[in-house]
Nanobody
């Protein structure tokens, strides 16, 4: 079994910064894609950023130039550096690991439990 453990959420003023971290723990041989999604109250979950095992990245238009995703394949961790935060960034942020291969069977996808980010003065 694989667990995704998130940390780093909190309350920040507009224009501030936060760094989210996620560690995948368990029997892991490789992870294809790791990413961050967010869900605000009353809205659907949406992609924020993702990064492949090869380092290719993709960002939601709303966060381009402000957020940076990074990954350590050896440690099975992914981080999201969030700068110039806006009130509309307020949401629960979820770590996602897609195509987690444990060395046998078929790959699976996993989600973290979520960490709250609140941007408010």
């Amino acid at each position: 079994q694989v667990q995704l453990v998130e940390s780093g959420g909190g309350l920040v003023q507009p224009g501030g910064s936060l760094r989210l971290s996620c560690a995948a723990k368990g029997s892991i041989f490789s992870i294809n894609v790791m990413g961050w999604y967010r869900q605000a109250p009353g809205k659907e979950r949406e992609l924020v950023a993702l990064i492949t095992s090869g380092g290719a990245t993709d960002y939601a238009d709303s966060v381009k130039g402000r957020f940076t995703i990074s990954r350590d394949n050896a440690k099975n961790t992914v981080a999201l550096q969030m700068n110039s935060l806006k009130p509309e960034d307020t949401a629960a942020y979820y770590c996602n690991a897609e195509g987690v291969y444990s060395g046998w069977g078929t790959p699976h996808d996993y989600w973290g439990q979520g960490t709250q980010v609140t941007v408010s003065s």
